[in-house]
């Protein structure tokens, strides 16, 4: 299947060309026709799956092209809204419809924090009738009034379930307060929680529900791995790794800011250059990093998963999950940063002990058994597990053991109470005082 199936535009056919978009994803092949038909949905919305393209294309389609320039209050005024969890995602979406909608004359602005409002209020005023944004920063300009939502005809929420998960479910509603009832909605999402289908069913009309096939979650083109590992020695296998395998444009992840900072620190002590990139660090720093890592300038980035949000690099060949992520859905996420646009990648995740049940709960998610290789010099020991009958066993053996010591010590302790002395305290008196029976 092509995209020139897809009832898409000629000069829009003639940009993915261009761009060497020959096969359309299955996100693609089922969303695209629904949306120009202007269907409300909710779909799954993995990383690496195309699903930027699948709500962008249609969306330059469906909105009319304004050929004439704004004034007055006009200028303020947007005509689709997309919703994201992330400064990065925002920016990724953003980049993505300038460069499909160059034959059109439809403009993005890009609204997030850690920036001044001024920039953006100048991209909003030169025209601008696309608004991809963070919930607080649309908020903040709306209060600030150089955001106007009235007019608004599609509204996208992408990974919706990570903005409920970041607490944003709050601004979601004050946002969707504010625009027309007659819209055209539509909501992406990892995962469908009981808090994801409340919101949908008070957001969305009529919605059409898009699965995507269970095999295809962790996408074919990534070989995933597992390396299990101490927890002690992970930081020397990770340097390990990357020097002895010449490994170049490494992306990893942990949980926390603070152990980035601490592997950036190991992977710089052992020679290998490496920066983070996590909520302490400005945005400008963030996108720093970002472009070194783009340029190959920078040999690792460890990323948290928020931060990591949004970096889109198609030849991306590595991935390495230091630590398995806090949700087991973010593990899709993250190694669907690379295997991108149908190059091959591969995904390396370092599991130590405690981490064994989860590694395997992954593994029903996406329904494939990862395989596992060995470092030299690496080894695995991991202590070993009773079970029941052993525990219970055990358990008795204690017990006996308890009460034998317990005797002993009594027997040691209380001697002159004991009966046996007793009886024979009793048979030496016996011995010394006289009977007085008379023997016949």
């Given amino acids: 299947m092509s995209f020139k199936t897809l009832n898409l535009s000629p000069k829009l056919l003639t940009t993915l060309e261009k761009l060497d ?3 359309p994803t299955e996100i693609q092949v089922k969303s695209i026709p629904l949306l120009l038909q202007r269907k409300d949905i909710l779909a799954t919305s993995q990383t690496g799956t195309g699903k930027t393209a699948a709500f ?3 969306l330059l389609e469906n909105l009319t092209e304004e050929h004439t320039k704004k004034t007055g209050d006009e200028r303020y005024k947007i005509k689709a809204l997309i919703l994201a969890p992330t400064r990065e995602l925002v920016i990724q979406i953003h980049n993505k419809i300038e460069e499909y909608g160059k034959a059109f004359t439809h403009k993005s602005v890009a609204l997030y924090g850690g920036v001044k409002l001024g920039s953006q209020v100048s991209a909003i005023r030169s025209g601008a009738n696309i608004a991809v944004g963070t919930t607080a920063r649309v908020l903040e300009h709306v209060k600030n009034g150089s955001l106007n939502l009235e007019e608004v005809e599609v509204i996208i929420l992408d990974e919706a379930d990570k903005m409920l998960e970041m607490g944003f479910i709050d601004d979601i509603r004050k946002i969707i307060a504010l625009l027309p009832a007659q819209r055209h909605s ?8 009981k808090p994801i289908l409340s919101l949908a069913k008070s ?3 009529h919605p059409i529900t898009i699965e995507i096939d269970k095999e295809n979650l962790s996408t074919k083109q990534v070989r995933q791995l597992v390396n299990y590992v101490n927890e002690e020695e992970k930081m020397p296998l990770l340097s390990a790794l990357i020097s002895n395998n010449d490994w170049h444009q490494v992306l990893v992840f942990t949980n926390t800011k603070i152990q980035a900072d601490k592997i950036v ?3 710089k002590s052992n020679t290998i250059k490496a920066q983070a990139i996590h909520g ?7 996108m720093s990093a970002l472009k070194d890592f783009k340029a190959k300038e920078v040999r690792v980035l ?6 990591a949000r949004g970096i889109d690099i198609i030849n991306l060949p590595h991935v390495i999950n230091f630590e398995l992520p806090l949700q087991n859905e973010d593990y899709i996420h993250r190694i669907g940063r690379t295997g991108r646009a149908g190059q091959e990648g ?5 599991v130590c002990e405690k981490e064994v049940a989860q590694l395997k709960e992954i593994e029903e998610l996406i329904n494939k058994k990862l395989e596992a290789v060995t470092t030299d010099n690496f080894e695995f020991t991991p202590h070993i597990t009773l079970t029941n009958r052993k525990t219970k066993k055990l358990k008795k053996r204690e017990g006996v053991n308890l009460k034998r010591a317990k005797e002993l010590a009594e027997k040691m302790l209380g001697n002159e109470k004991s009966p046996q002395k007793g009886r024979q305290t009793k048979k030496k008196n016996n011995k010394e005082k006289p009977s007085n029976k008379r023997h016949f």
């Fill in 203 to 205: 957001f969305l009309k």
């Fill in 56 to 58: 962008t294309l249609p």
């Fill in 280 to 286: 302490d660090k400005t945005q400008g720093m963030r």
């Fill in 265 to 267: 620190e190991h992977l």
């Fill in 186 to 193: 539509l909501m992406f999402s990892a995962t469908f929680p």
């Fill in 21 to 23: 978009y020959t096969t």
């Fill in 346 to 350: 591969e995904a390396l995740s370092l």
């Fill in 302 to 307: 460890v990323a948290t998963d928020v931060a």
